[in-house]
C-alpha cells in the first residue's frame, strides 16, 4: 500500500489571486503524484489546506483534489476554518463537531484527527477527541494503523514552531497512542520542514509542505529581539510517500523541481543493478 501525503498548502495566501504561487505549487505537486511510477492508493492532505479559511481556497482546494488518480482524504490545520472546511468536505457523522474518521478498505487502516484549535497557531487535543480516539484503536488493536494529523506533538527544535514539552494536548495524544505495536506510524505536516523523530512508541513523520518551507533555524529565539534571522524560504514544492512493507511504513520525501537525470537503466548501468540483485538473492 502506497499513500503520498501533501501538506500545508496555504490556499489563498494571496486573496484575491486564483492563480498565485500556492496554487501553482499544489497543481505541479499534483502533476508530479500523477507522474509516480507507482500510483499511491490514497493520498492524504494533512491540514493548512487553505491560509486563511476561505470557502473560495477550498473550492479550488476540491477541483484540484479530483486530478488525483486516487481517492483524497483531507483534515484541517491550524490555518483552516472549521466551519468553511465543513461545508466543502462534509463529514456526516463528525464527533463532537471535529473532523475525526477512519479510512477503512485498504491493508492498513488511518484514523485521521484534528488538532485545530481556533484562535491558536499550535496544536490543540481536547478529552473528547482522546476520547474518540481510544475507542477507535480499541476496536482495532491488530490492525496496521496510520495515525495523520497537522500539528507534530513534539518540540522539533525550531524554536518558534513546533510543541514544547509537556504541552497538555500533545499528552493527551501520547497517552492515547503510546503501547499500541499496531500503530505503525504518524504522519503530520505543519513545521514546513521534512522531520522523524520517534514519539509515543511510534514512528513520527512530519512531511515537507506544498507551500514553502521554514528556514532550518535551530538557534534560541528571542521574541524581543528580530536577528535577521531567515524564518521561511522559496524551495520548490514537496510531498511524502508513504509506503506498507514487511509490516512497517517507510516513508520518503519527493521535491518536486525540473531534474536532470545523470544515470538511466541502460546498458552502462545494467552490471551495477545485476550485481546488487544478485547480492539480494545471496542474503
Ligand atoms: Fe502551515
Known amino acids: 500500500m502506497l499513500i503520498a501525503q501533501i501538506t500545508d498548502l496555504h490556499l489563498g495566501f494571496t486573496p484575491g489571486n486564483p492563480r498565485e504561487m500556492n496554487q501553482i505549487r499544489l497543481e505541479k505537486t499534483i502533476a508530479a503524484i500523477r ?3 507507482v500510483a499511491p492508493d490514497l493520498v492524504l492532505a494533512t491540514g493548512d489546506l487553505a491560509d486563511r479559511g476561505e470557502p473560495e481556497a477550498y ?7 479530483a486530478q488525483l488518480p486516487c481517492p483524497a482524504f483531507t483534515c484541517p490545520g491550524n490555518h483552516d476554518d472549521r466551519a468553511n472546511y465543513l461545508a466543502a468536505f462534509p463529514l456526516p457523522d463528525a464527533p463532537d463537531g471535529f473532523v475525526q474518521y477512519v479510512i477503512e478498505g485498504y491493508p492498513v487502516r488511518v484514523i485521521v484527527l484534528d488538532t485545530l484549535e481556533p484562535g491558536r497557531h499550535g496544536g490543540g487535543y481536547c478529552e473528547a477527541r482522546k476520547a474518540w480516539l481510544q475507542a477507535r484503536l480499541d476496536e482495532a488493536p491488530d490492525r496496521p494503523t496510520l495515525i495523520a494529523l497537522h500539528h507534530p506533538p513534539i518540540d522539533t527544535g525550531i524554536a518558534w514552531m513546533g510543541a514544547v514539552p509537556g504541552e497538555a494536548w500533545a499528552g493527551r495524544l501520547a497517552a ?7 500503530v505503525l506510524a504518524a504522519v503530520s505536516g505543519h513545521m514546513h520542514r521534512g522531520i522523524s523523530a520517534l514519539w509515543a512508541d511510534t514512528l513520527l513523520v512530519v512531511s ?5 518551507d521554514l528556514a532550518l533555524t535551530l538557534r534560541d529565539i528571542d521574541p524581543e529581539q528580530p536577528d535577521g534571522r531567515a524564518m521561511i524560504e522559496l524551495v520548490p514544492p514537496a510531498f511524502a510517500l508513504h509506503q506498507w512493507c514487511d509490516g512497517r511504513i517507510i516513508s520518503h520525501f519527493e ?17 551495477l543493478v545485476r550485481h546488487l540483485a544478485h547480492e539480494r538473492e545471496e542474503g
Not at 518536486?256 to 538511466?264: C, E, G, Q, Y
Open 59 to 65: 473550492a479550488r482546494l476540491k477541483a484540484a483534489l
Open 255 to 271: 521535491s518536486v523541481s525540473d531534474r536532470k537525470v545523470l544515470a538511466r537503466f541502460d546498458d552502462k548501468l545494467q552490471p
Open 208 to 212: 515537507p509542505p506544498v507551500a514553502p
Open 35 to 37: 507522474a509516480l511510477d
Open 176 to 182: 492515547a497512542i503510546s503501547g499500541r505495536p499496531n
